[in-house]
């Protein structure tokens, strides 16, 4: 085992472990608890690499002992842990105390490289479980960190077989810090380059579904809130006071019980049971993230959906919902045969983190399959509407797995019989003429119920505007004959109550579906981000031969299709641009918002041209596949034939030719200058091992060279013992050299030259 000589080692795995361990324990921690992780790690690591040092010296028993002792704390915690956390989180909070406790010992380079792929390790299970943008500092710093434990471990092995003069020069320049700057960011920017250039493929389907986090839920809430209804002797399952039911396993009848939940300004109102859409609540303008959901491409995170309809408030009219119990967590939502069978099935699979206090609802894309969640029990209702038995509490991590099928763009959850239309056929006692008139006019000449559909969506979002103003405007009764004759503008909750309306006055059964739209990818952690704001309406028709299928009427809004963003610096720039214009839209009065409002704009032709361009490749790429499968292949393979004939010929070239002409020249120094002779034989000897990958330092002395080379070409030692021998005393002696030297140099190098360039 070679011990490290060079103490730049120590502090740049300072770093790397630092890095490595702080992204693992501070995943999901506060900003105090991240603070004070930071501060006692960085002394107990900085302590324990100090201690290291000083074993490479001693071989302490005491810092042994040490090392020993914190590997037994490790697995005491581990011990502890493994009921309160989940089991990866367990395990690797043990593997950071065994690189931390190994420190301790660290002396050899074995041991160093252990701990840099522990650190690896750690690393990649934090940036697969964190969801910050900001983890990209993380990244970046740990990369340097690595960097920089490659390059002093470099140096340490040069000082290895450094001897003299020479260990004392690499001990004067090797200051990295300085020197290894320009390494160490061109290959993070090439990193980066290849990142927002290369692109990249689709990603895989889920396999594993997490579920658990923090929390689980009892039925005994269910029980809970049952009570209450009996008592109050309504019979309606409305909780009229907006409060969800607290997890059970959270409640303690001895402690401090925790502070009860509401449903405040700040969440949907479209996820109660009533749903007046003059009020969808504050939540439109809210920028916080609620939860934070991982799949191949963006989808509506369904939630509730309505059916009965008086003009302005939405009611979902269904009271019954079935009990779903798990097997190991794991829900299976087929109540009903689904036909699957007409169009292309797409996949999804989803999991989800949940960020805030969200009503008991388990969004899902449509139409859900099997779900994994931490409960005894769940509900589904005909909607397939999946119901928590509780308000789902941050920290909460679920997981689902959807099918669905397009039909001309737009997502359905394949065919499924109606018995009962009539629900869905439900029109306001109130509706004027002039509406039903309207859903007649925009259709006319349409004969094909979904045609009607599409065309009713398409004149709804070329027609009417799409604002936010109307959420603050004092609410109207009559509010559809105001949006669709009077003021043409408004939310999407207008734009989704008109359109079914005009459906059902055409005889098509039609729903309004609230959730929200995840949309948000961000390329940095891979998780699309969903916030308040991105809570939403849109609407569900029914075609006997496709099943439920989604329209969205709103402007400015579209559907989201599976498709992935292959190129990195397109994503990025998109969600930077979402985020811009996110805070103008959230903060319009602001003396800020103007200059967010040119970079958006700019952000905005950035996009447009980086649109272009890729188009432009695609286009590209399309007509060179095409000339490459008509005709370019022939002349792909004559090309490849003739570069094989060139190698071909080269290689005998150099194999046969030009190494025993050169061989040839030499020797014609043989009788003319002996010195010459020996001297030029050892120049082509390293010059044939400087093709082998070992050339010789300025630094090394021939004695130096003929031990490097021994220790890697074991095979040629002799030989190379020979001409260094021979080298120096012609290069260094009086006399010249004799004919048994020629003739063991001539031997020498003819063996090296076989050996080198032997097939």
């Not at 390790?121 to 500092?137: D, M």
């Not at 997490?210 to 309606?236: I, R």
Request: aromatic share 14%; with cysteine; charged share 25%.
């Amino acid at each position: 085992m070679k011990t490290i000589h060079y103490k730049p080692v120590y502090i740049a795995t300072y770093f790397l472990l630092l890095f490595a361990t702080f992204a693992v324990v501070t995943l999901d921690q506060s900003f105090l608890r991240s603070v004070l992780s930071f501060i006692f790690w960085s002394t107990f690591l900085g302590l324990a690499l100090m201690g290291g040092w000083q074993y490479r010296l001693s071989k302490s028993k005491t810092l042994s002992v040490t090392s020993n002792l914190f590997l037994f704390l490790g697995l005491l915690l581990l011990i502890m842990e493994i009921r309160s956390i989940s089991l990866d989180r367990a395990l690797v909070g043990f593997l950071v105390w065994i690189q931390a406790a190994r420190c301790f010992t660290l002396s050899t380079r074995r041991e160093l490289y252990f701990s840099y792929g522990m650190s690896v390790v750690l690393f990649i299970y934090a940036a697969s479980a964190s969801e910050e943008s900001g983890f990209l500092i993380q990244i970046f710093c740990y990369v340097l960190s690595g960097i920089f434990v490659l390059l002093t471990d470099h140096v340490d092995q040069k000082l290895s077989i450094a001897q003299g003069g020479d260990r004392d020069k690499l001990l004067a320049g090797g200051h990295l810090p300085v020197k290894g700057w320009n390494v160490t960011f061109s290959i993070v920017a090439l990193a980066i380059l290849l990142y927002f250039l290369v692109p990249k493929p689709v990603p895989a389907g889920i396999e594993a579904f997490p579920s658990g986090g923090a929390w689980y839920y009892s039925n005994t809430d269910w029980d809970e809130e049952e009570n209450k209804e009996s008592d109050d002797g309504s019979g309606n399952d409305e909780n009229t006071s907006g409060e969800f039911p607290v997890p059970d396993d959270k409640k303690s009848d001895d402690g401090p019980k925790p502070e009860p939940d509401f449903l405040d300004e700040s969440q949907y109102g479209g996820f109660q049971r009533k749903f007046d859409i003059n009020q969808p609540g504050e939540s439109c303008f809210l920028n916080d993230i609620v939860f934070t959901v991982r799949s191949a491409f963006p989808f509506y995170a369904r939630g509730k959906v309505f059916s009965t309809f008086d003009g302005r408030v939405w009611e979902d009219g269904l009271k019954e919902k079935e009990d779903l119990f798990p097997d190991e967590n794991r829900f299976d939502l087929t109540r009903t045969a689904w036909d699957l069978t007409s169009l292309k099935v797409i996949e999804l699979g989803q999991t989800y983190r949940i960020k805030a206090l969200l009503p008991p609802l388990l969004f899902a894309a449509y139409r859900p399959e099997t779900l994994w969640f931490s409960a005894k029990q769940i509900k589904i209702d005909a909607h397939d509407s999946v119901y928590s038995p509780a308000a789902l509490r941050k920290g909460t991590i679920y997981s689902a797995f959807s099918k669905m099928q397009l039909v001309d763009g737009h997502p359905s959850g394949g065919k499924v019989p109606l018995p009962d239309p009539a629900p869905y056929l439900q029109l306001p006692d109130l509706l004027s003429s002039e509406i039903k008139k309207l859903g007649e006019t925009l259709t006319e000449g349409i004969s094909d119920p979904f045609a009607q559909a599409k065309q009713i969506e398409v004149r709804l979002k070329a027609d009417y505007q799409y604002t936010l103003d109307t959420v603050l405007e004092d609410p109207d009764q009559n509010t559809l004959d105001r949006f669709l004759f009077e003021t043409k503008r408004g939310h999407c909750e207008y734009f989704a109550s008109a359109m079914v309306v005009l459906l059902r006055t055409l005889g098509i059964p039609a729903r309004l579906v609230t959730g929200y739209v995840a949309d948000d990818y961000s390329p940095i952690t891979g998780y699309y981000e969903v916030r308040r704001l991105d809570a939403h309406a849109w609407v569900e028709a029914y075609f006997p031969n496709y099943g439920w299928v989604a329209f969205e009427p709103t402007p400015g809004s579209d559907l989201p299709l599976p498709k992935h963003n292959t190129l990195g610096f397109t994503a990025l720039t998109k969600y930077i641009g979402d985020r811009i214009k996110t805070a103008i839209e959230t903060n319009r009065n602001a003396w800020w918002a103007g200059i967010l409002q040119s970079i958006s704009d700019g952000f905005q032709r950035t996009q447009t041209f980086l649109s272009e361009v890729v188009a432009f490749l695609k286009s590209l790429a399309s007509r060179f596949w095409q000339w490459f499968k008509d005709e370019g292949l022939e002349h792909f393979l004559r090309v490849l034939g003739f570069l094989l004939i060139v190698y071909l010929v080269y290689e005998v070239f150099v194999r046969f030719f030009y190494t025993r002409f050169r061989w040839w020249q030499i020797r014609a120094w043989r009788e003319k200058d002996p010195k010459r002779f020996v001297c030029l034989c050892y120049l082509e000897m390293e010059r044939v091992f400087q093709k082998k990958g070992c050339r010789r330092p300025s630094a090394f002395t021939p004695r130096e060279y003929e031990a490097l080379l021994s220790g890697q070409f074991q095979a040629a030692a002799e030989e190379v013992r020979t001409l260094t021998d021979c080298f120096q005393q012609a290069r260094y002696g009086a006399h010249l050299p004799e004919h048994a030297t020629l003739e063991a140099v001539s031997s020498a190098y003819d063996r090296i030259r076989r050996w080198a360039y032997a097939p």
